[in-house]
């Protein structure tokens, strides 16, 4: 058992190539013929049409299932985030290895197991997300307007909102709220993180409220901003429940910059960061 497991092994690493942090391995729609197994690194599978993250896979992940049906095309775009290797397996190829050994075909199936399970848990949460907003809004919609102070608090948050000075739009750089899978585009020069104030009106740049159940996150928890080509992070003076960055907490009021795929987590909700 040993020496076929050897083999199999032996087998699988001819087919390793080597990819860098953000190059695009195949697009949705491409024709695919070749199933995919993440030997070292990280790739995230996205509906580009959407502009929807699906999932971020790491070490033993595999995708390009779509390749063990006759003529089918690719359901997603997948981008690799930091550089990896790769295992590449043509569909014969694959084949011929399910055949010769039941482990690798009772492998491959547990980990499709897996993955689907993660896509139905990410699809069901985002359904109830959208359930929760629609049942607000209708409530909202039967309330009657809010004092005079709730409504001066909403004027002067939608007026700093569309003063705020806007960043090249050439600069494409964006946020990856991994609860949620939520990609949130960085526009602004000033981007606040936080959960919005339902009494004052308050809403955060990226508002957080859904994917922050638990309610641990603050008003204006942290500050992402640019300068001169760079991104930044820093903590707001009064937030709680801590900021972190690649897992160092942060300092309140000083500034950490940003990389390619930093991830930063506020509280406990883990945020990646793509420029």
Known sequence: MEKQNKESTDKFLQFVSKYNGGEILYREGDPQETFFIISKGKAQLKLESEDFILLTLSKGDF????SLNTDQTAFYTVEILEDSDIIRIPYPDLIEMMKKNSEIALKIL???SEKNVKLEKMLLERTRQAQAIEAREKTASKEKTGSAKDRTAAEETKSEDQTSEKINPNIKASLVIQRSNRAVPLSKVHTYL??????????PDIDLTEEDLEKYISRKHAKIFFSEGKFYVSEEPGAI??????????????KYELKNSDEMTLCHLNILFKF
């Open 110 to 112: 547990k980990k499709l």
């Open 194 to 203: 936080g959960r919005r104030d339902y009494t004052t009106g308050f809403v």
């Open 63 to 66: 995708f390009g299932e779509e």
């Open 241 to 254: 429940n801590g900021t972190f960055l690649n897992g160092n907490k942060l300092k309140t009021g000083v």
